[in-house]
Each structure stands twice: as structure tokens, then as C-alpha cells.
């Protein structure tokens, strides 16, 4: 474990871990509600949830109407939680499922993908974005850096990377594609 966080560049101490899975499991919640939920100075929350949003853990949203910050966790701060084995599998299979929009995967394949991206993080992986994290582990598997064991799950994400970029692209263009993306191995 201890490799991993060192990989991951992020310490966290217990009252962090709390913070991260007061957030985790109320979400979307404001600093407030973390502060009160667990007993701490709110200038401490929010002063927590700055670094962790400069460190990509958690991102916010303006509540409409009173534009209170609504905070979430992003994927890496779910796999943080995961490196310090502090969060369930069934409920990081269903944020990290949510958060890469990969709806008609099984928890057992997110938990495999989630653990291939522990396995193979280095400093600066983009693993907020399913595209750009897709196109990372794309190269990686190229280049022979990563298990042809995991072909198919691997296949399967790279497709779905694929038709989001290409859903950026147009619709058009996906309609005018789509039949090769369904049909085309990608490794």
C-alpha cells in the first residue's frame, strides 16, 4: 500500500480520511455539513477541501439559486480511499462507475480497472477523465507495460473512451461510425 500513496504523492491523516468519506457518502454536501458530521473547526474543513481540490481529489458545483458549494469526489479520491483501503468495493465500484460514465460495467470489472490504475499510476495520469485516462493505459499497453490478461476489460474501456471522444466530436460522426467502433478490437 505503502508504494501506491507514494506513487499517488498524497498523505492523509486519519482526520482527512474522514473528511474524504463524510464527502464520499453524503455527496453531493457542503464543508458545513462535513464539519458538523464530524466534529470539526469548519475553518478546517474548508481549508482541507481547498488543498484537496488543488490536489484533484474533490471538485464542487454552485448549489442553483443559492450558490452554496456542493462538494463531490472525484475518481482519484476515490482511489486514494481505495490505496488506504478505506472505502467498500461495492461503494467504489458505484462512484467510480458513475464518475467514468461506465454504466454497463460489472463491479467486478470497475474494481479490476480501478485496480490496474492503482497498479500502473504515475505522477500526473489523468484519472478524473475516463478519455484521457483510456488513451494513457492505451499507450501503456502498447508499449508492453501492461498484463494481456486484462485484454478484454481493457478492450471494453477503450471502446467506450472511443465513442465518448467521438460523442465529443458530433453525433453525426458517431452515427456515421458507430458500426465500426461496435465492431473494431482496439487491442
Known amino acids: 500500500m505503502s508504494g501506491l500513496l507514494e506513487r499517488f504523492d498524497v498523505r492523509l491523516d486519519e482526520r482527512e480520511l474522514r473528511i474524504l468519506l463524510g464527502i464520499i457518502g ?36 454552485c448549489e442553483p439559486g443559492s450558490g452554496r ?66 488513451y494513457v493505459l492505451y499507450t501503456r499497453y502498447l508499449a508492453g507495460e501492461l498484463n494481456a490478461r486484462n485484454r478484454a476489460l481493457l478492450n471494453k474501456f477503450f471502446r467506450r473512451a472511443f465513442e465518448a471522444l467521438i460523442g465529443l466530436i458530433g453525433e453525426g460522426c458517431l452515427q456515421k461510425c458507430g458500426q465500426d467502433i461496435a465492431s473494431r478490437d482496439y487491442i
Not at 475553518?43 to 484537496?52: A, G, N, T
Not at 490505496?83 to 461506465?102: I, V
Open 26 to 61: 453524503s455527496e453531493p454536501t457542503t464543508a458545513y455539513k462535513v464539519a458538523v458530521d464530524n466534529r470539526m473547526h469548519f475553518s478546517y474543513v474548508y481549508k482541507k477541501l481547498w488543498s484537496f481540490e488543488q490536489e484533484g481529489l474533490v471538485a464542487y458545483f
Open 69 to 134: 458549494k456542493l462538494y463531490y469526489v472525484l475518481p482519484k479520491g476515490v482511489l486514494i480511499l481505495m490505496a488506504y483501503e478505506a472505502l467498500g468495493p461495492k461503494m467504489a465500484a458505484d462512484k467510480l462507475r458513475d464518475r467514468w460514465n461506465l454504466k454497463d460495467f460489472s463491479d467486478d470489472e470497475i474494481l479490476e480497472l480501478a485496480h490496474i490504475f492503482l497498479n500502473n499510476y504515475r505522477p500526473g495520469t489523468p484519472v478524473n477523465d475516463s478519455v484521457m485516462s483510456a
